[in-house]
């Protein structure tokens, strides 16, 4: 019906509904796993090889299901110069697949997979684009947003899902119903102590709590800073996804640029364990502990130089929690094309030359190497658990590297 309107050029409604199947977790989770030949046992005084069970396996397990809901929009306006894509969807995952930690005493090295639960994700996609042309000047750009809400409906009859141990004291995500996958479950962070005094009016902490060490909140109101004092206070995944992708054509010049980013998550600086502490680790600090607190630099936001950490400063805590939020220039090509040359020639019918850079620029105000933190699967005290519940966990990852590029497109 919008057949004689000329401002547009495609209106469509639709809506989906599917329902898929999931079991990417490796072959025969069913299975145990025994190993031998490298299990020393001693008997009578004897060494003897034997075998251990290193992998239990679950005879019950299924396929997790994903049912999920859409309903969008796509319009196109002007001849298509401008397009408009929305889209609203829910997604809900039934008895997930997950390794759920098991009592060391059962001899396992690896807890079996279970289907553990129900998560549900939803949110918003956008996509928007303009393109045009003004004599021997062409450019378009096109842009992208999404949203996700993660939250977990429940865990069958499990029990919370502790993850993230490793490096840090403890572990750094809980997952349970109400809250999202991997949501950081840590001590809150007051600020540093100053004076004796305000130690002795505060909560108690340590016996060794001294000037300079961190201060961290009752949250229950016991008079004790203690494991009930940890709370969800933090969310791995961003609250915002976007991207931007522009390209410019001026006779036989191109230029194109990719820009991503999110925004709204939150990254633990597990790496600060190593970066801003000096107990006996062997390895260097960040120079910005040379802004650690002293009684004569009362306003830093580092604790005290410290080679015991009796204080345990080090807890899992939102003093190493950051915006992850960050925009990167994914890459940029700037070309130009030499066809013409190749007009009296029959060795060629086009030629073209350019350079590229990749991972440019990326804007952002996190401390670490990168904010684009990669799932670690070294989860759940050495168990390899499952890495949706290390999300956002930085573990000094290797940054994405900066790379130049120099090319030639040639057609024959």
Do not use: C
């Not at 397990?61 to 809901?69: A, D, M, S």
């Not at 633990?268 to 260097?284: D, H, I, K, P």
């Amino acid at each position: 019906f919008f057949a004689g309107v000329g401002l547009f050029s495609d209106l469509k409604i639709r809506a989906s509904w599917g329902v898929l199947g999931n079991q990417e977790i490796g072959n025969y989770p069913f299975s145990s796993l025994v190993e031998t030949g490298r299990r020393v046992y001693a008997f009578g005084g004897q060494i003897a090889t034997g075998a251990a069970l290193i992998e239990t396996g679950n005879p019950k397990i299924k396929w997790e299901t994903t049912t999920q809901r859409d309903i969008g929009l796509e319009l196109s306006l002007l001849k298509g110069r401008f397009t408009l894509l929305a889209d609203y969807y829910e997604k809900k995952s039934s008895d997930i697949l997950v390794r759920v930690p098991i009592p060391q005493a059962g001899g396992s090295l690896n807890p079996p997979f279970v289907n553990a639960g129900e998560v549900e994700n939803k949110g918003f996609e956008l996509a928007l684009g303009y393109q045009q042309r003004i004599r021997d000047f062409h450019f378009s750009i096109n842009g992208n947003i999404s949203t996700v809400q993660n939250v977990v409906l429940s865990l069958a009859d499990s029990e919370p899902i502790l993850g993230g141990f490793g490096l840090s004291d403890g572990p750094l995500t809980k997952t349970e119903p109400g809250y999202p996958i991997g949501s950081f479950f840590l001590y809150k962070m007051e600020g540093l102590f100053q004076t004796q005094e305000e130690i002795d009016a505060s909560p108690f902490q340590s016996d060794d709590t001294r000037p300079g060490d961190v201060k961290f909140a009752d949250l229950n109101d016991d008079g004790v800073i203690d494991d009930e004092d940890r709370a969800h206070l933090g969310n791995p995944f961003p609250e915002l996804i976007y991207g931007i992708n522009t390209a410019f054509e001026f006779k036989n010049f191109d230029l194109s640029l990719l820009f991503q980013g999110v925004k709204g998550n939150d990254v633990y600086f597990l790496y600060g364990n190593f970066a801003y502490e000096t107990q006996s680790r062997g390895f260097n600090a960040y120079r910005d502990i040379l802004d650690s607190w002293s009684p004569g630099n009362t306003d830093a936001t580092i604790p005290k130089v410290s080679v015991d950490d009796r204080n345990g400063n080090r807890r899992p805590s939102t003093r190493f929690l950051e915006d992850g939020s960050y925009m990167r220039l994914r890459n940029v090509t700037l070309g130009y094309d030499f066809s013409n040359l190749l007009k009296n020639t029959k060795v060629a019918s086009r030629l073209r030359v350019y350079l590229s850079v990749q991972n440019a620029l990326t804007f952002t105000s996190y401390p670490g190497l990168d904010p684009e933190i990669q799932a670690n699967t070294n989860d759940t005290q050495g168990f390899n658990v499952s890495s949706d519940l290390a999300v956002g966990i930085d573990w000094g990852t290797v940054p994405a590297p900066r790379t130049f590029i120099a090319g030639v497109n040639l057609d024959f």
